[in-house]
């Protein structure tokens, strides 16, 4: 199944609340003649974005390919949360990897977040971006946690921008039943996701790239020189950043047995208008301890954004707003009889162990994906350390690409199954409060 067009038509953005509400933009045409590159990128989501931006500042011809629209993928649909840190919490990476990887990789983790603003201030991107992400617990157990590991960041890593909530001061803005209190990051913060796409490619296309919708690439030549074949065209280039995600299908087995794709869904309800009060009273994100995790935020246009409900099949389903509708109503039952106004679905990707895979695939190929729902910084981030790397300074994408990254079990055809079979459990355990 080619996931590029499985769920979505071709060339067009997903009927969302960010589509309808994104900076005017003009398109790009297809690649239909045959062109020569230092470097071309393949996927123009955050990671194709930004590593063609820096390429092409740093005076490289850069070529950039998209199968569909730029920020068509995982970048134009997800939740909006640039959270800090890495997807993996420190606790877990001091355990996995050693005191010492773990600070250079939480450091990374703030270089990112903090790349994501420069941008946006440096080329006046309107994405609405607002600071503070709030992390919930439905559980005691959960909430100690959480009031724990915000106590472990300021003593290790000096991190003081968190606050603990007790039940009573996180139902001050968050005033759902289903919390009984948590931690609010003032540090990370929370934007309009498309929108941070299209000023990065309206930036890119300033420096100089050249940017060709519609251009799915079907075969990648590797050599000194690697050529890239399009359905109407070709591209010769020295240097090959895959940059695809959840889209990059067979292209390339290594980061396809490694990186695999998963679907999250969200919805936008009709604006709230008195009723916000009920859910949310500050204008910060919010997400769960759940092992899937709700997250939801509020609109510029007073609309709650709402991202949860599980699907393991690749197909999305064919009532998306019902099944987002379910969580959304446990988390806030006065929201029970709120129309929805859009409903969406989107392709994101994970790895085992929920770290970003960073990889030299060839000599001159370079990929990285599965930010496995932390993509926000992390990708834009891992665009820039591979233009890096490909300017002969590998620091940042080495220590990044020497995390293990073991494949999935069970190959192409199990593995898909098996991801099932575990998240069922996990949503499970979610539901019984195990």
């Known amino acids: 199944m080619n996931l590029l067009y499985a769920n979505d038509e071709k060339g067009t953005y997903p009927s969302s609340w960010y589509a309808a509400t994104r900076t005017p933009s003009d398109g790009f045409a297809p690649l239909q003649e045959d062109i020569t590159a230092d470097v071309c990128v393949v996927g123009a989501g955050y990671t194709g974005l930004s590593a063609a931006l820096h390429l092409a500042q740093a005076g490289r011809?850069?070529?950039?390919?998209?199968?569909?629209?730029?920020?068509?993928?995982?970048?134009?649909?997800?939740?909006?949360?640039?959270?800090?840190?890495?997807?993996?919490?420190?606790?877990?990476?001091?355990?996995?990897?050693?005191?010492?990887a773990a600070h250079r990789l939480w450091q990374l983790g703030e270089e990112a977040k903090a790349l994501v603003k420069d941008l946006i201030f440096q080329h006046d991107i309107e994405c609405y971006l607002r600071h503070g992400v709030a992390w919930t617990a439905s559980g005691t157990a959960d909430?100690?946690?959480?009031?724990?590991?915000?106590?472990?960041?300021?003593?290790?890593?000096?991190?003081?921008?968190?606050?603990?909530?007790s039940r009573e001061s996180l139902?001050?803005?968050?005033?759902?039943?289903?919390?009984?209190?948590?931690?609010l990051d003032m540090g990370a913060a929370h934007l309009h996701?498309?929108?941070?796409?299209?000023?990065?490619?309206?930036?890119?296309?300033?420096?100089?790239?050249?940017?060709?919708?519609?251009?799915?690439?079907?075969?990648?030549?590797?050599g000194s020189k690697v050529i890239l074949q399009t359905e109407a065209g070709r591209v010769a280039t020295d240097h090959v950043i895959l940059a695809c995600n959840g889209y990059l299908g067979n292209l390339n087995r290594q980061v396809a047995a490694r990186v695999m794709p998963i679907n999250n869904f969200i919805v936008a309800t009709e604006p709230l208008g008195d009723r916000i009060g009920n859910v949310l009273r500050r204008d910060v994100a919010v997400a769960d301890s759940r092992f899937v995790v709700n997250y939801f935020r509020l609109s510029h246009d007073g609309r709650l954004l709402f991202g949860g409900g599980e699907s393991y099949g690749y197909?999305?389903?064919?009532?998306?707003?019902?099944?987002?509708?379910?969580?959304?109503?446990?988390?806030?039952?006065?929201?029970?009889?709120?129309?929805?106004?859009?409903?969406w679905g989107g392709t994101l990707a994970i790895t085992m162990k929920r770290m970003p895979y960073l990889s030299r695939v060839a000599p001159n190929i370079l990929?990285?994906?599965?930010?496995?729902?932390?993509?926000?910084?992390?990708?834009?981030?891992?665009?820039?350390?591979?233009?890096?790397?490909?300017?002969?300074?590998?620091?940042?994408?080495?220590?990044?690409?020497?995390?293990?990254?073991?494949?999935?079990?069970?190959?192409?055809?199990?593995?898909?199954?098996?991801?099932?079979?575990?998240?069922?459990?996990?949503?499970?355990?979610?539901?019984?409060?195990?």
Request: glycine letters at 12%; hydrophobic letters at 40%.
């Open 61 to 100: 011809r850069v070529v950039l390919l998209e199968a569909q629209r730029v920020g068509f993928g995982a970048s134009g649909r997800n939740g909006g949360q640039l959270g800090s840190g890495q997807r993996v919490d420190q606790e877990a990476l001091e355990k996995m990897l050693g005191v010492d």
């Open 143 to 165: 909430v100690r946690h959480l009031h724990s590991y915000a106590e472990f960041l300021n003593d290790r890593y000096g991190y003081d921008k968190i606050e603990t909530l």
């Open 171 to 183: 139902h001050e803005f968050c005033p759902s039943p289903d919390y009984r209190g948590g931690i």
């Open 193 to 222: 996701p498309l929108n941070l796409a299209l000023g990065l490619t309206r930036a890119a296309k300033a420096a100089g790239v050249h940017i060709f919708e519609q251009s799915a690439v079907r075969a990648i030549h590797e």
């Open 315 to 343: 197909r999305f389903p064919t009532d998306i707003a019902a099944k987002v509708r379910r969580p959304m109503t446990e988390i806030f039952p006065c929201l029970k009889d709120v129309a929805i106004d859009y409903a």
């Open 367 to 434: 990929s990285a994906s599965g930010y496995s729902g932390h993509g926000v910084g992390t990708a834009v981030h891992a665009g820039q350390l591979m233009a890096r790397a490909i300017q002969g300074d590998s620091d940042g994408f080495d220590t990044m690409s020497a995390i293990p990254t073991r494949p999935f079990p069970g190959g192409a055809s199990l593995r898909p199954p098996l991801l099932a079979l575990a998240m069922t459990w996990y949503s499970l355990r979610d539901r019984l409060g195990i």
